[in-house]
């Protein structure tokens, strides 16, 4: 998964939640909380390479150096 597509996952959950927080009558549609968990699971398989992969860039743009350098 690129980073785009962990990004569009990533906002589109935070959207679901501002909604469920701050709703007063709320019904959920079976399918959607589906598809949500299932792009739940994709964002935590994905987050430990995501994580890494930030912090190696971040790393090198600063010039510092990598773990076990």
């Known amino acids: ?3 785009l597509d962990l990004t569009i996952l990533v906002r589109d ?3 679901f939640r501002h909604v ?3 709703a007063y009558d709320l019904t959920l549609r079976p ?7 299932v792009d739940a699971n994709r964002i935590a398989t994905s ?4 994580t890494a ?4 860039a ?6 510092w150096p990598q773990p076990g350098s």
């Open 20 to 22: 469920v927080r701050h």
């Open 53 to 56: 992969a930030f912090a190696a």
């Open 58 to 63: 971040v790393r090198r743009e600063q010039g």
């Open 47 to 50: 987050f430990p390479d995501w």
């Open 31 to 37: 399918h959607r909380l589906s598809e949500l968990a």
């Open 13 to 15: 959950l935070k959207g």
């Open 1 to 3: 998964m690129d980073d």
